[in-house]
């Protein structure tokens, strides 16, 4: 694992950017990972830029999101609903703004009428287009990577989750208060990517920003691997795994200097 220490908020999500865009530039018909948040809005900016700009090109890329609230979301052209749908967020924060092919753009279908047939589908589609090339992670305030809570198998695949109380406090306050829903207005339930799904893209950029997370971050990549903190798994990934994160959410790492000694060495020699 590749634990990559930037000044702030911004470098860390123009860092990410940059290796999405290697990807892409390496494999024009590459497949990416994409998460919703708010750490992750920095690198859709830099990408954005980055194809206004210097012309990067996106439209041989194909995407899946990681997760969806189920309830909402769907179709994400012009016919959606102003929803808070993590497909709503993708188009306004990224696919809009990009020469995506909305074709290509998957997103759990939060309004499935069979959740547990769609989950199948899911990890047959990513299946039959040659799988993950790098999959993009945040982390929720409970350790969980995409919407797998304390508890679910690190081998589960694309599921339906319950959502823990802590993921629907923080996920009210960053979204839903600010878009005048009132709290039993949010859904409850998920569809997720399992843990063994994201374990299974060939490769990991997980990112994290603030003080908030730098405990969980720290329990992440160097406590003990549990199913009570899903991204713990990270440690057990066979690829290659880099994790970015701003000064805030590496203060509480035990081993930071070392991290900050190998990106050096790494840089003069690599
Ligand atoms: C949600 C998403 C996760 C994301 C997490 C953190 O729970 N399902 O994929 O990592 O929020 O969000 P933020 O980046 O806003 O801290």
Redesign the pocket.
């Known amino acids: 694992m590749d634990v990559i220490i930037k000044d702030d908020y911004q470098a860390m999500g123009v860092y990410a950017a940059k290796c999405l865009a290697e990807v892409i530039k390496r494999k024009p018909n590459a497949v990416l990972g994409l998460?919703?948040?708010?750490?992750?809005l920095a690198t859709y900016n830099e990408l954005i830029r980055m194809h206004r700009e210097e012309g990067l090109d996106f439209s041989s890329v194909t995407t899946f999101n990681?997760?969806e609230y189920l309830g909402i979301g769907k179709n994400m052209d012009k016919s959606y609903l102003q929803d808070q749908s993590?497909a709503r967020f993708m188009y306004e924060s990224l696919f809009k703004h990009v020469n995506i092919d909305l074709n290509r753009t998957h997103v759990p279908d939060g309004l499935s009428q069979d959740p547990s047939a769609f989950c199948e589908e899911y990890e047959a589609k990513i299946k039959a287009a040659g799988g993950i090339d790098i999959q993009l992670?945040?982390?929720?305030?409970d350790g969980?990577?995409?919407?797998n809570e304390p508890g679910t198998s690190l081998s589960s695949r694309t599921h339906v989750e319950v959502l823990t109380q802590q993921?629907l406090d923080?996920?009210y306050e960053?979204f839903y208060r600010k878009a005048g829903f009132s709290r039993d207005q949010m859904p409850h339930f998920?569809l997720?990517m399992g843990v063994g799904t994201i374990l299974d893209a060939r490769a990991l950029l997980m990112m994290?920003?603030g003080s908030k997370?730098a405990s969980v971050v720290a329990k992440a990549i160097e406590g003990p691997v549990t199913s009570q903190i899903t991204s713990t798994a990270i440690q057990l990934y066979k690829g290659r795994a880099i994790v970015v994160l701003d000064e805030a959410a590496a203060s509480e790492l035990k081993n930071k200097e070392h991290y900050l000694h190998v990106e050096k060495v790494k840089s003069q020699f690599v």
């Open positions: 998460a919703t948040g708010t750490t992750p990681l997760d993590y992670l945040g982390i929720g305030g969980h990577w995409a919407f993921t923080d996920n960053l998920a997720t994290a920003s997370k």
